[in-house]
C-alpha cells in the first residue's frame, strides 16, 4: 500500500515538472514597440506580444500571438513571420538596425494563409494566433549545439515596405523581435508518446490505490 502511495506521489510530481517546464521560456513583449527603423504599415497584426519555443526530442514547436488577427493586416501589406534558429553557427544579425543580439544561421517562415518555406514543416494561422513546427529531422545538421541549444527569435515583416537606402536596405520590412536583440532557448517537453504512457500509469495507481483503501 505504502509503496503503491509514493510511486503515484512520484508520478503526480513528475506530471506537474513537465507543465511547468512547458511554459517555462515563454516571451512577452509590450504591445506597440516597433523596430524604429519599420517602412511598412503599423498594424497589431505585425507586432507580436508572445512567443513560446519548445521541443519534445523530435520537433520544434514555435507559436505565438499577436496584438490584431492576421487577418487585420492593412490593405496592401504582406505578412511574413520569420523564425530565425541559431544551431550553433549563427553569425547573420541585424546590427544595421540596432539588433545585433539576434543571430541565426537558417529560418523558418510562415505567410498569412500558413504557408511555410519548407513542405516538411507544418504551420497555421487561427485568429491573432500563429505556428509553426519543425521536426528536427527536417532541420539542417546542427553547427555545434545540441538540438535541446538550439536558440530562436521571431520577427514579423511586412514585405510591402520600401526598401531604404544602405545599411538598412530591406530590413525596413521588419517591424518586431521577440525576444527584443536576444535570443530565447527552446523549453524541453515530454513526447505526446510519453505524456500518454505517464496518463496510463497514473490512472492505474489510482486504480490500485481505489482497491486497497
Do not use: C, K
Not at 41 to 65: I, K, Q, R, Y
Not at 150 to 172: C, E, H, K, M, Q
Not at 187 to 197: D, R, Y
Request: aromatic share 10%.
Amino acid at each position: 500500500m505504502i509503496r503503491s502511495l509514493s510511486t503515484f506521489a512520484v508520478v503526480v510530481v513528475a506530471v506537474f515538472e513537465m507543465a511547468g517546464v512547458a511554459n517555462a521560456n515563454l516571451i512577452t513583449d509590450p504591445v506597440g514597440d516597433f523596430v524604429l527603423t519599420f517602412g511598412g504599415h503599423p498594424s497589431g497584426a505585425f507586432d507580436v506580444v508572445s512567443a513560446d519555443g519548445t521541443f519534445d526530442g523530435s520537433t520544434f514547436h514555435l507559436t505565438a500571438n499577436l496584438a490584431d488577427e492576421v487577418s487585420d493586416a492593412p490593405a496592401g501589406s504582406v505578412p511574413l513571420y520569420v523564425w530565425g534558429i541559431d544551431t550553433g553557427t549563427g553569425t547573420n544579425n541585424f546590427a544595421n538596425i540596432g539588433h545585433a543580439g539576434v543571430h541565426f544561421n537558417f529560418v523558418a517562415t510562415l505567410t498569412a494563409l500558413g504557408v511555410t518555406n519548407n513542405a516538411a514543416y507544418h504551420g497555421g494561422v487561427t485568429g491573432n494566433s500563429i505556428f509553426i513546427d519543425l521536426p528536427l529531422s527536417a532541420l539542417p545538421p546542427s553547427t555545434g549545439f545540441a538540438p535541446q541549444d538550439y536558440l530562436w527569435n521571431l520577427w514579423p515583416r511586412d514585405t510591402s515596405a520600401p526598401v531604404a537606402p544602405a545599411p538598412i536596405g530591406n530590413a525596413t520590412a521588419i517591424s518586431d523581435f521577440a525576444p527584443d536583440n536576444s535570443m530565447a532557448r527552446f523549453s524541453a517537453v515530454p513526447e505526446p508518446a510519453t505524456v500518454a504512457l505517464l496518463g496510463l500509469g497514473l490512472f492505474s495507481l489510482a486504480s490500485i490505490r481505489r482497491r486497497r483503501l
